[in-house]
């Protein structure tokens, strides 16, 4: 649909030269993912929806300086950013690209300032680390904040309706207004070919189209039962949408007087269209008696020859309503999207009501302010006292409208409050407060994967494994979260579980990065390292800011000992995320390798502040230490790795290590016997306790932990060592050379 | 793994060779290395020596003894050497007395084995490690392949792939020896 819709704004636009159509036009194609025509078309524009739609365009170019100045640009420093929340909300990521991590988090919490259900802001804030407690954003205040959101609208739509030609400069309504024709391109998907043509040739005769980008407004695009509700109540397409902030636009207005007569006569015929279409025009149909419904219509006509601004704000009206006050973020974002709709579904049998109302209400110069609660549904009363401003409906909505909000916020305060407590790396904090949302919340693909993901972090590998393969019965379909999945399945090495799901991530969906990921890991399992770094490569060209992909590349060049190009890999990464521990582990790991012991000992550390929960860090940092011969802190290190995770042998394991080197034999002993506990059937123990027995000149039980651990089967090398440390039993250690301890 | 070794040599070829099959811990090593060899015919150079394809093969145009060198930018440890020779389609161009030198450089090559294959079909394997059991690998700059003579006393030499193999970098630094358990492996490292 989006080559029809493209060909006919571009007749528009050459029919009608003007920003606004140039605005529907990009729009067009950033609905069909063409940005580099929306960017070249919108270059040098100055309305605000078109320079939110150029830095857009510009941000998916990755054009990020263009971007920056489109939004705010250099020499009107108090200039507004266009198009409210979303744009602060695609500043804020402009400045986390570009490193600017202050001024990044100032936009976003102004985008959720201003739209409290912008669930991405706060998304973005928990992974720069500097989100507030769930609680206090998603709380009372921001519900009082949607609510004052909807009922501005309702005002402003009402006053913009008394006065004709004068608009009201209001922003959020603006916003709302602009989803629908977009979101017409998007609904349209249904709907007869025939009636999209008629929509847009009254479009396109009519005025210019201010329908800004619907996915990327303030509010979430209605939904298309809503939309269905406006188009049947109000009179022309309500395209003529033209509550744009800018003088230009009015003019525009102005200047196409002529061809609204055309539109008039088109208008009876789509309307009629989408009534018969509209699910919800039947629905509401059954709510309204007949003449009521044939008058609204005829009232919208009416009112539509007499006053042609006011038509099509009465078509805002509607829209208005529809407009959901449930903005979400990003169409990406699953559970707004699910409650937007739900919300939208039980709204809007009301809202056509209540575009019915207003229809009503169109010639009477209804004086705003009135605050009456008249009571709702009595229709008939409405129409009696036509005086009586329609305060009633709005109040009635405003109360559901609250509960409502605070409904949602409730839900997006548990899921805030999780989502920041995993990103600062509370895992268990985490884990507790996703454990509070309500079960058929829980048991949906987004929380369980993160549920996984806090359990990745803690280094539980098996309940990962368990909560990652639950989110992917609940969603198949969803890659969220599915590379951690696949390292974890890495790490218990699950081959086979390993290449099922690559597999089908790659069946699934294959130019997502995470599936790549997945495929990489598969091969590195198998050590097959330079297919797995190709791997990797193709999931960082598919999503160059995605910051694992790029870790991931770090270590398989570490694998192949290609040092340099692993520092980089990693650097790259963490100029994506500077909190990505994984990262700033792998770096330390580098420089552990090439002996620069204090690098390495800084970047362990910077890895276990920013995730103090991992035990494999913590011993990590603990060899780090002993490296640099700080054996007592090191010790430290390796009780508190032992501590945090009474299931992780390693810490043991290098504990072991340290106290040898410092040579408490017994301690060291008594610690290996724990750990042949934990895996009787490890050679590395053996040898090092063989090895121990030997300092301490005690042959036998030396030469029969060397015979144990050669049982059990060692690698290649360690066999040469073991078989030349029983040669030379006899032998003082000082004399051998050895050279790996 | 087919052994061949010192003395009487079998380039033992069962069926099994055709196909090439090395530990997991070791890995091809010579990627990044420099190949040069003694002299070649137009068309049959140094790169079919490396172009995983059996089907072409460097044929050498010059005295004997023809020389493969191998120089690595950095001390290597190596263990393995494969060569894809074969008696059926070269007849009198397959190697038959081969031997390994190792060194800093051209100036202090020394040998570290001497091996004879007979009628060799498929890859042969050739372990560098000593008589020793310390010594699996040898750590050295650079390697020399060098064909002494050839079946039914061929002047000219046909090799149809070499590979070299060392050992794979340990997955943890600073550790006496490697985990062998999975209980051990699982926690060993942040990926």
Known sequence: MYRNAIFMCERLCAEFPSETNL???????????QSHCAYYILK?????????????????????????????PPNESSAEVPNGAAGHYLLGLIYRYTDRRQNAIHHFNQALSMDPLLWAAYEELCILGAAEEATSVFSEGASLCIEKQYMHDELSSKSSQASSDDHIVVPNRSLGVEDVSPRQLKDMHGYDVRDISRNYHGAASNQPLNGGPATFSFYNTPSPMATQSQLSGVAPPPICRNAQLNGPNLRAFGADSSPRSVVNSAVPGPRRKFVDEG????????????????????LGGESLVNTNSSASVASGNGTNHSSKYLGGPKSSSVVSRSVTIRKGQSWASENS???????????????????????????????????????????VSGSRVAAG??????????????????????????????IKLPKKHYNTGWVLSQVGKAYFEMVDYMEADSAFSLARLASPYSLEGMDIHSTVLYHLKEDMKLSYLAQELISTDRLAPQSWCAMGNCYSLQKDHETALKNFQRAVQLNSRFAYAHTLCGHEYVALEDFENGIKSYRSALQIDSRHYNAWHGLGMVYLRQEKFEFSEHHFRLAFQINPRSSVIMSYLGTALHTLKKNKEALEMMERAILADKKNPLPLYQKANILVSVENFEGALAVLEELKEFAPRESSIYALMGRIYKRCNMYDKAMLHFGLALDLKPSATDVAVIKAAIEKLHVPDELEDEDAL | MAESSEGEEEGNLTGGNQHLVVDDDLREMAKKAAWSVSSCKPGNGVLSLRDDNLDTYWQSDGAQPHVVNIQFQKKVKLQLVVLYVDFKLDESYTPSKISIRAG???HNLKEIKAVELVKPTGWVYISLSGSDPRETFVNTFMLQIDVLSNHLNGRDTHVRQVKVYGLRLNPMPRQPFQFTSTELITYSTVR
């Open chain 1, 23 to 33: 605005q529907l036009l990009a729009s067009c194609y950033l609905q069909n993912n």
């Open chain 1, 44 to 72: 040098g524009t100055h309305m605000a929806q078109c320079r939110y739609l150029f830095a857009l365009s510009c941000f998916q170019m990755d054009l990020l300086n263009e971007a920056e100045a489109a939004l705010r």
């Open chain 1, 279 to 298: 699910k919800l025009r039947k629905v509401s149909e059954r709510l309204f008696s007949d003449s009521r419904q044939r008058r609204s219509m005829r």
């Open chain 1, 353 to 395: 009501d209540e575009g019915a109302h207003y229809d009503i209400y169109d010639d009477s110069r209804l004086d705003i302010t009135t605050s009456s609660s008249s009571p709702r549904g009595d229709a008939r009363s409405l129409e009696q006292e036509g005086a009586a401003r329609p305060s009633g409906p709005v109040v």
């Open chain 1, 405 to 434: 909000a605070s409904e949602i916020l409730g839900l997006l305060m548990i899921l805030g409050e999780g989502y920041r407590l995993s990103c600062l790396y509370r895992c268990q904090d985490a884990l507790d407060t996703y």
């Open chain 2, 104 to 106: 800093d450089g051209f």
